[in-house]
């Protein structure tokens, strides 16, 4: 047994384990979050078993961390939920298949329209002001219309 861990305790895991949760929640990526669980259940292994050696201690922790996130990241990765609105964040998805009437004329297939307090980037076939379009599609940062 040596010295050192005598000296680290159960409370010194249970500490880090609040140190990267606190992480987990200024730097939010998943990943400080499950290496906390497992410093967590470090902790109850050592206050369970406390003359785990702490070679055995970090080595456990490592691969618990490790397991832990490949778990999660799978258990994550498969149950990403469905949703009624999948184009939720797909900006400009929710004017397909609405009209609007032209702010500006259409020239050279490229102009701009005013939706709300936006104002998009719009492709198709050359029309004067005042005409009345349709859009068809979105791609990338420009909506598709086509004339009525």
């Known amino acids: 047994m040596s010295e ?33 669980i497992a410093a967590i259940g470090i902790g109850l292994l050592l206050w369970l078993f406390p003359y785990l050696m702490l070679e055995y201690q970090v080595l456990i922790f490592s691969i618990a ?23 939720l ?16 004329p259409i020239v050279n297939r490229r102009s701009r329209l005013n939706i709300g307090d936006g104002s998009w980037n719009i492709e198709g076939p050359d029309c004067p002001t005042g005409t009345k379009v349709k859009i068809i599609a979105v791609e990338n940062t420009h909506l598709k219309v086509e004339p009525l």
């Open 4 to 36: 050192i861990s005598t000296v680290i305790t159960y409370w010194h895991w249970w500490i880090l384990a609040a140190i990267l949760l606190v992480l987990e929640l200024l730097v939010p990526a998943t990943f400080f979050l499950w290496s906390g």
């Open 65 to 87: 961390s490790v397991i832990s996130v490949f778990v999660a990241h799978h258990y994550l990765a498969k149950s990403s939920a469905q949703t009624d609105r999948p184009d």
């Open 89 to 104: 964040n797909q900006r400009g998805t929710e004017y397909i298949g609405q009209i609007f009437t032209l702010d500006t």
